[in-house]
């Protein structure tokens, strides 16, 4: 499976953006995504998972103004993130893992490349 994301760019605090990931290739009758972020000199940390059932988990960091979603017919996952803070600024991972339930600390087969996302205040 290979995970592309898009929609990462600069944009002022209080602003919004959403990402794309587009998934190519067989995922499988159970697979979970997610969203993970790095800011420069931070560990890696979860954003959002979407499991199998739709069923969802947002970090605390962003819950309220992120949201996770996923259009399986298009096989694209999703991220809208709405009253951007300059501590979102990272670059954005979007990861699949063939299980039906997926967590944080879990391990996750499939990685993007990444898009940046930059919030100045």
């Known amino acids: 499976v290979e995970l592309a994301e898009f929609g990462g760019g600069s944009v002022q605090a209080g602003g919004s953006l959403r990402l794309s990931c587009a998934a190519s290739g067989f995922t499988g009758s159970r697979y979970c995504m997610a969203w993970f972020r790095q800011a420069t000199g931070k560990e890696r940390e979860g954003v959002a998972i979407?499991?199998?059932?739709?069923?969802?988990t947002h970090a605390d960091s962003v819950k309220g103004r992120f949201t996770i979603s996923k259009d399986n017919a298009k096989n694209t996952l999703y991220l809208q993130m709405n009253s951007l803070e300059p501590d979102d600024t990272a670059m954005y991972y979007c990861?699949?893992?063939?299980?039906?339930?997926?967590?944080?600390?879990?391990?996750?087969?499939?990685w993007g490349q990444g898009t940046q996302v930059t919030v100045f205040s």
């Open positions: 990861a699949g893992h063939p299980s039906y339930l997926c967590s944080f600390r879990g391990g996750f087969r499939d």
């Open positions: 979407i499991n199998h059932d739709g069923g969802t």
